[in-house]
């Protein structure tokens, strides 16, 4: 196993160990290469962390439908189980280019459009890129506060951001994460590891991770 794999990997599980609440949190662990890999919506973290260890790396980036489908299906899931209003998330990281979609941008954000799927609503949609992910490519995702846009400097950083990003989201201590923005993109994250006895709230996650050949 190559050692960005492995990274990313243990970043993956140790996200789950920080963030995810059994019983309260549902998470589910979707994957890409030269097409997209829906896994199954978890209330367990030992079951996410077990799909996480099943990750392999090979083939194209099927970005923008991973993207698509991932958004999709967590909201499908979500509103069947009755969890309107509860806080959705979806945290996709990318080390490369997309080159080999079905469905392009504009696909996307009308999705994101049709779905009302906003930070109004409590839908947050989160990419990372890193190394010789294209700036261009999740700008254009993203612009208009259709979601965030992180360029990160390696894998760490990327796992770090996401972790404090939905601390913010799931903790109700309001100092818990405090990010601040420039054009869309993160320039800052600051916040408090979770203390014992939080107030946990709910929320629903995907992790939607890429697993081409860059990362092999």
């Not at 696909?107 to 779905?115: E, F, S, T």
């Not at 770090?160 to 903790?171: A, G, I, Q, S």
Request: net charge positive.
């Amino acid at each position: 196993m190559t050692k960005k794999l492995t990274t990313m990997k243990r970043r993956s599980k140790g996200f789950v160990d920080e963030i995810h609440c059994d019983g309260r949190h549902y998470g589910v662990v979707n994957s890409f290469d030269s097409s997209c890999s829906l896994g199954t919506l978890r209330s367990s973290s030992s079951d996410l962390k077990a799909d996480v260890g099943k990750l392999s790396a090979g083939g194209q980036t099927a970005l923008y439908d991973s993207v698509y489908h991932s958004i999709g299906s967590l909201a499908k899931a979500h509103y069947e189980a009755n969890r309107q209003g509860i806080p959705m998330a979806v945290l996709t990281f990318t080390d490369g280019k997309e080159n080999n979609s079905s469905r392009d941008v504009r696909d996307v954000r009308k999705l994101i459009r049709d779905l009302e799927f906003f930070p109004s609503n409590n839908c947050y949609f989160i990419i990372a890129g890193v190394g010789d992910a294209s700036d261009r490519q999740m700008r254009k995702l993203c612009r208009d506060d259709y979601g965030l846009y992180i360029s990160a400097s390696d894998i760490d950083e990327v796992f770090d951001t996401f972790k404090r990003l939905l601390l913010k989201l799931v903790l109700k201590d309001k100092r818990a994460a405090v990010k601040t923005r420039k054009k869309g993109k993160v320039v800052k994250i600051k916040g408090h590891k979770r203390s014992v006895g939080a107030s946990i709230k709910e929320v629903d996650y995907a992790l939607n991770l890429d697993c081409s050949g860059s990362m092999g």
